[in-house]
């Protein structure tokens, strides 16, 4: 799927990577994670090489994020459970979690019984209860109608606002891509071939500005 | 009247007890057969045998159904996770698994004697020869069911391989598992009616077939009640078990 890509990502820094189906990006986020190994070369993250998942990076599906069985509350918590967190420091932390997702009132539900949004909060607030630093999302508010997704993506940033973490997406929206990624990687047929530095990033109601959409203009034509 | 026709349709359980009832009734009236007692006169004669002789017969045979079912759950799943989860004793177990499976092995009862003597090995072994494929196979597929994404969103929090059988793979095969069970109930119930007619003088299926012997329809049918009985609450019971560990289904 990959070929011969070679990518350097900074700490702290915010990436979306675009480009069109089969492209190539969601096997270049699953091998960020660790879930495939490339079949020549090698990854580092932070000095150390990759060599299977790594505990301290998050990865947010578009779909089939949290397990069907498990309510909001024990899909949060059983991540946490297994990793030797005392019951009281669980308790607190998917508490905290809930009330800043403003899912407090769900922790007892079945993921069967949310909306999408609903649903993909639960699933970012399990990544980030492992506080990770580094954050990996696939087509992460791809699923969800319109209003939603921006409710989403506010989220998101807010997140890597508060928590300076490095964060990967891929998408197939422009617009998502301008609104989150400093710096953007388009890809085509499993190359790199662009990596555009995005001066709309964490502006002030960045959506309703002209200078916006002229980004997504400029990357739109990278895409074709 | 049209009330009692909503009230009665809402009671599942009463209005299919009533409606086999009275198909009954047209068969002994319009038949006139002494093979087909009254459900009056059955049910009379199940309430006197019950206390005595037809409860020690039914233990009996629920026993054996009881072993035969939880050695193949056991044994079975454990297969179905094997092949579901190693591409390697998928290649080496499914081939023969498939050859297997739609063999008659109620035909090999005769062998079974003579292997494991008369008593209830044969029997509890011919069970478990015919349901715990279904239940391999039920556990399989199952297991191939489970999305990629899934996998990969658990696998990514970090978890061993133990935790992601606990969290991920046994709750997903669980539904698959249970409906394997359920179909296995009804089969077992008619395989263990034919073993019963070999070498033993206890068990639901003695009982009705030595009836049946001494021309004795009312007892004979007192002993399908029984059966029959003892499968509907099997059946419930796994309604319950459901409910409660599939939750996330209802």
């Known amino acids: ?224 | 009247m049209a009330r009692m026709t909503r009230r009665l349709l809402a009671n599942k359980t009463l209005y299919g007890v009533l409606v086999i009832v009275v198909a009954w009734y047209v068969l002994h009236f319009g038949l006139r057969s002494a093979a087909i007692p009254s459900p009056h006169e059955t049910l009379m004669n199940f309430v006197m045998i019950l206390p005595g002789e037809l409860s020690l017969h039914l233990l009996v045979s629920l026993l054996r159904i009881t072993i035969a079912i939880v050695i193949s759950l056991i044994a079975g799943s454990l297969i179905g996770l094997w092949i579901g989860m190693s591409k390697k004793a998928n290649e080496l177990i499914s081939p023969i698994v498939y050859i297997l499976y739609p063999l008659p092995k109620i035909a090999f009862l005769p062998v079974l004697m003579i292997l494991f003597g008369l008593g209830n090995t044969p029997k509890i072994v011919l069970i478990i020869t015919i349901v715990i494929f279904q239940i391999i196979v039920a556990v399989k597929d199952g297991v191939k069911e489970i999305p990629k994404e899934l996998f990969y969103s658990v696998q990514s929090l970090g978890v061993n391989k133990q935790e992601l059988y606990r969290h991920l793979i046994i709750p997903a095969v669980l539904p698959k598992m249970i409906t394997a069970l359920r179909i296995s109930i009804g089969v077992s119930i008619s395989v263990l009616f034919y073993a019963e007619n070999f070498a033993t003088t206890y068990g639901i299926g003695y009982f009705i077939m030595d009836s049946w012997i001494k021309v004795n329809y009312v007892e004979m049918f007192s002993g399908i009640l029984a059966l029959s009985i003892l499968g509907y609450f099997l059946f419930k019971l796994i309604d319950i078990i459901e409910r409660k560990v599939c939750r996330w289904i209802w």
């Open chain 1, 1 to 224: 799927m990959l070929n011969q890509v070679s990518l350097t990502l900074e700490k702290h820094c915010t990436y979306a990577v675009i480009g069109a189906s089969g492209c190539g990006k969601t096997t270049l986020l699953y091998t960020l994670a660790g879930l495939k190994q490339p079949t020549s070369g090698t990854i580092t993250i932070d000095g150390q090489p990759l060599t299977g998942i790594r505990q301290s990076t998050g990865l947010i599906l578009q779909d089939y994020g949290l397990l069907p069985w498990k309510t909001v509350w024990d899909n949060i918590a059983f991540p946490l459970k297994t990793r030797g967190f005392g019951k009281h420091e669980i308790v607190q932390k998917v508490g905290a979690f809930l009330k800043s997702l403003g899912m407090k009132n769900y922790s007892n539900k079945l993921p069967g019984e949310l909306s999408g949004g609903q649903k993909q909060r639960v699933a970012i607030g399990r990544t980030l209860a492992l506080e990770p630093d580094l954050l990996l999302m696939d087509e992460a508010s791809s699923a969800l109608d319109a209003m939603t997704k921006e409710h989403i993506q506010n989220l998101i940033l807010s997140i890597y606002k508060q928590r300076l973490l490095t964060l990967v997406m891929v998408t197939h929206n422009i617009e998502e891509a301008v609104f989150l990624g400093q710096k953007i990687i388009v890809m085509q047929n499993g190359n790199i071939r662009h990596i555009m530095d995005n001066p709309q990033f964490g502006l002030e109601n960045s959506r309703s500005s002209l200078a916006f959409y002229r980004t997504c203009l400029e990357l739109r034509a990278w895409l074709e």
